[in-house]
Each structure stands twice: as C-alpha cells, then as structure tokens.
C-alpha cells in the first residue's frame, strides 16, 4: 500500500481505487446551510406557485370520476370484485379519492429517521411529532395543509420574542391534530373508507395540520415503525399492520422506504410488509438511505451495495429500484467525502416530490385503465368458473357433488386461466395470481355457479372505455400536440387550372355517373330487403315444422308409454289398432 500526500490532501491506494482519507471529517454549520439554501428555496418557491391544477385536468378527472360512477363500478359490485379483494384499492373509489392531493407514504423500521425526515421536507415541527430513539411514534400521522391566522400571529409574536434570547427554538410549521375518527368523516380528505378498520386502527391514526408551503401541492404520511419479531409485532399492535399500510400505498402517488446506513439488515417482518404493498405499487416505490453521513467512504459503498442486494431478492426483479442517498435532517454532514452526491440526491428527491401535482391527472387515468383491464379479466375468468362448475342438462337431475367439481377447478387454475386468454384475447399478465385467486375464493365463495357470465354487451362496455371513451377525455388535456400530417403542410395544395367549359363538362358527367351509381344502390337495397324477407319466411315455416314434428313424436311416445306401462281392464277393452303389435316389439324384460 502507497500513500501519497501533498499540502491540501492524502489518499490512499486501495487495489485499483484511490479512497480520500484526510478530508474534513466535518463541515461548518455555516457551510451545512449554504449547502441546502438553494433546495429550501426550491421548496419554498413552491408556495407562489398555484396548487390549483388546470382547467383540463380538472375535466379530466371529473370526467373519469364519471365513468367509474356509471360503467365500472355496476361491473365490479355484479361480480362481487370488492369482496375478492384484488383490484388496485381493496373496495370502492371515493370521491374525495379523485379530489385528493397527490399522496407520499413513509415506511420503514423503527429509529430510520422518518419523522425526522419529514421534519425536514416541511421545514420545521409539526403538531403530533415525536422523536427519539426507540420506537416513538406509535400511530399513522397524515399531515395535510390547513391554516389559522391566529394560530400564526401567535407564532410569529413568540418567535420575535424567542429571537430576544440566545437560546435557539425551532419553529412550530401548523396548529393542531384531528383524531382518526374525525378524518373519516371530513369531505375534504381521503379517508372515508378506514372506516373498515375500526376503532382498533382509528384510535392510533391521526391528522397533522400545517401550514407548511410543501403541503399546498402533496399530503405526507408517517407511519410507525416496522418492529423485527412476528411475536413482539403481534403483541404490540391490536390492528392488522400491514393491511393498513397496504390501504395508504394503493392510494399514494409515491412510497419511499427509509433505511438506516448504521443497521441495513431487513426484518422479515419488513419483508412482509412489503410483500403486501408491492401488488400494483412496483412504479411508485423508492429507497431512502437515510443517515449515510456517519459512514466512511468504504463503508458506504458495502452499504450501498447490501441495500441493492437485499432489495433485488425482496423485489424479485432484475430492474433496479431508485434510491437516494442522503442525510435529511439540519445538522452538518459528519463526513464531507459525498457531499456533492447527496445534495444532488436531496434535490433529485424534492423536484420529484414537486412534480407529483403537475402529472396527478394523469396518474388517475393510468390507474382507471389498469383497474378497467383488471375489472375485465376477472369478469371472463368467474364467468368461465361458472361454466366449468354448471352440468349438462341432461345430468343436472342426477345427484352431482359440486364440492368435488369445485376442488377439481381450483386446482386447475393456471389452465383455466390460459384458456380464458385465449377464449377472450386477454394477457396473462392482467390475471391475478393463481395461487392468491384460488384461496380467495375458497375462503370467500363456497359456490362458484352465483358468478354470471360476461355479455358481449358488457364486454364491449369495458372495451370502448380504454378504447373510446377515455381518449376522448384525454385528448388535449395530456399537453400533447396533436397535429396531423396534413395539419404540418406549410401551403395548401394548388389545384390545377382548367377553363370553365371543361370544368362544366365534368361536373355533368359526374352528375350523370353518381345518378347511375345511386340508382344501383336503390336496386341493390332493395334486393337486399326481398332477400331478407324471405330468408326469415323460410326460418319462420321451418321452425313450424320442427316444432310441428317435436310435438307429433312427444305424444306418440307419451300414448305408448300409457298404453304399455298401465294396462288394466278398461284399456284392454279399447280396439286400439296395432297395439299388440307395439307390445310384441318390447323385449320380454320389459
């Protein structure tokens, strides 16, 4: 090992790298609030700018907001889609869910900093924080945009007063919570439908009201920490953790995960977490290596690394997940050798964090024609259970065990399913997965025949929704020009000159000829209507016929089964011609 050393730095050489190692171990706090001044500005500046959006995405989403209303949902409560619960949100859009700002989900485990985190997007305290080492915050906090100008007189006389003092106090971003309860049933939030967790969950859900210029456009959500050990998450929470979160991520426009670089390992019971928010959530999910300052150069790098190993065999996927690496709290950086990548991470973070306003509307119409494909994948595949689980008629006077016909089509739900991708034209990749389809409706459907088979009529619904009725919508509401080949012609075409004798020459001939071919298509439609006429006469007279013929043979039958099955005194005495006949053809067994 060489080290070269000259009068500003030294470095070490490490195999083929040459890592810093006499770099400023820290930097001034002077040096810390430059670095960040330009990101508080960008966040700040976000508050002169409107959270109103465009006259056309507000159609947008009124116009989506309709169609769901009067086409899908009558679809989905038909086949009972809520109660499988396997659509992007386990239940009904709401309306306030159209309406709502843009959603960002924090989760981790406990003591990564999430709090902090969000302490720092915001700019200062926020009514209901808590920060500390162990596992402080105990309940789902949302903290949404609201303001009270008493609240901020008050405020802003305490922080002149504070100023007076050398004791340094941070300011206070927002006034008050609301309980969980209460959240369910203000119009303006999206928080309705937590409802169906009860009281159990409610009772640890809480609102955060501030007036911080960041919550103008987005709504943030802290969660508690994720706990290592099934048995002390068990005991510790009297709710269903990981449905909760999976309720906020269905609806949230961004999910970022928070690590600690001191402690990279992920729990299992992190991984079944996030096992049960991945569904439908793969684009909106990002990693936060949070704290990555109090690492050297080296360890960063192997932490780094970890973190991509155990997220590429929690995800499952050959595609990298983004992560931005930082330290998102006040203080300086405790290491200086990154500081460059992580202010440049910070900003990537809040510019993605800004941009969520601008492309809401369009993340609405990417969910609605995901649900419309999902919607219509599981009408056809509970429409062919049905077939498969209904008998012949001829056999359905029979004592048939439909549980065993039940248990033989559950098993068989993979070929089911490519045969109802080819039967229908679908993707196998808007089918659920076989195995959770199954349980579903083992636990929730005891019989399959209740499902209707899917019109051609529905089925034409739910196509021109993608089709028609969605891209109309869309049509100049995307910021996209729509000109045409024909529109980009900078002259238009030159006809050619002709005098006015040929011109009217022409203009005869071409009356004479469209006489002509009208007249042809008056014969030809009116050949078309005899034709037809006579086609349904000649269906009408052969069904007479049939049913002419069913109805001779049916009594015929009947007479013989009489005559033959019921003899006695008085019938032996009619001179029925043939009769004896007849019975000599019976065998003897009869």
């Known amino acids: 090992m060489n080290e070269e050393t000259d009068e500003d730095s030294s470095f070490t050489e490490v195999g083929e790298y040459i890592m810093p190692t006499n770099h400023k171990k820290n930097t001034s706090s002077s040096e810390k609030k430059d670095q960040r001044k330009n990101i508080r500005n960008l966040i700040n500046s976000s508050s002169t700018t409107t959270s109103k959006l465009p006259t056309s995405q507000c159609k947008l989403i009124q116009g989506l907001k309709k169609l769901y209303k009067t086409k899908v949902l009558s679809v989905e409560q038909k086949y009972s889609l809520h109660v499988l619960g396997l659509l992007p949100t386990d239940g009904e859009i709401c309306d306030a869910e159209f309406d709502a700002r843009p959603m960002v989900l924090l989760l981790g485990q406990y003591s990564t900093g999430k709090t902090t985190f969000l302490r720092h997007l915001v700019g200062g305290d926020f009514p209901g ?3 500390g080492p162990e596992p402080t915050t105990d309940k789902f906090i949302a903290l949404v945009h609201g303001e009270e100008k008493e609240e901020n007189n008050k405020r802003e006389e305490t922080a002149k007063e504070n100023d007076n003092t050398k004791s340094t106090v941070t300011e206070l971003v927002g006034g008050k919570t609301m309980k969980g309860n209460t ?13 169906q967790f009860g009281s159990s969950f409610l009772n640890h859900f809480e609102g955060s009201i501030s007036s911080s210029s960041l919550l103008k456009h987005i709504t943030l959500i802290d969660t508690p920490g994720v706990l290592s050990g099934e048995t002390t998450q068990r005991l510790s ?3 269903n ?3 909760a979160a999976k309720w906020f991520a ?3 426009d961004l999910i970022l995960l928070l690590f600690d670089a001191h402690k990279i390992d992920v729990s299992d019971e992190m991984k079944r977490v996030i096992d049960c928010i991945r569904r439908h959530n793969d684009d909106k999910i990002r990693c936060v290596l949070n704290k990555a300052d109090g690492v050297s150069s080296e360890e960063l790098v192997r932490v780094y690394g970890s973190l991509m190993w155990s997220m590429g065999r929690t995800f499952c996927t050959p595609e990298v997940i983004r992560v931005y690496t930082g330290s998102y709290w006040e203080k300086p950086y405790q290491t200086a050798d990154f500081a460059h990548m992580f202010e440049k991470d910070e900003r990537l973070l809040v510019e993605e964090l800004l941009a969520l306003p601008k492309s809401a509307a369009e993340r609405k119409v990417n969910r609605m024609v995901k649900r419309i494909r999902l919607v219509k994948a599981q009408c056809c595949l509970l429409g062919h259970l049905r077939q498969k689980m209904s008998s012949p008629w001829w056999l359905r006077w029979w004592n048939v065990d439909k549980s065993t016909t039940r248990e033989k089509v559950l098993s068989e739900m993979d070929s089911i399913m490519d045969e109802v991708c080819t039967k229908y034209h679908l993707s196998r990749g808007d089918m659920p997965n076989s195995m959770e389809f199954s349980s579903r409706l083992a636990s ?12 051609q009529k529905l089925l034409k619904t739910l196509d021109d929704l993608i089709v028609k009725d969605i891209p109309k919508l869309m049509k100049g509401a995307g910021g996209i020009t729509g000109t045409t080949v024909l529109e980009n012609l900078s002259s238009p075409v030159k ?3 002709d005098s006015g004798e040929h011109l009217k020459r022409a203009m005869e001939k071409l009356k004479i000829f469209s006489g002509t071919v ?5 014969d030809v439609d009116q050949d078309r209507q005899l034709s037809s006429l006579e086609d349904k006469e000649n269906q009408k007279n052969s069904r007479v016929r049939k049913y002419t013929i069913l109805i001779m043979f049916t009594a015929f039958v009947m007479i013989f089964i009489g005559l033959m099955f019921f003899e006695n005194e008085w019938t032996s005495k009619l001179n029925y011609g043939g009769y004896a006949w007849l019975c000599s053809l019976v065998p003897s067994w009869v």
Do not use: G
Not at 183 to 195: C, G, N, R
Not at 444 to 455: A, G, H
Not at 518 to 522: E, I, Q, T
């Open 444 to 455: 929730s459907f005891p019989d399959l025949s209740v499902f209707p088979i899917p019109s």
């Open 183 to 195: 959240l369910t049933v203000t119009p303006e939030l999206p928080f309705a439908s937590l409802s």
């Open 250 to 252: 269905d609806r949230a």
């Open 237 to 239: 929470r009297d709710y």
């Open 518 to 522: 009208n007249k042809a298509r008056v």
């Open 129 to 131: 924080m808590h920060i």
């Open 241 to 243: 953790f990981a449905s």
């Open 495 to 497: 006809q050619p000159k």
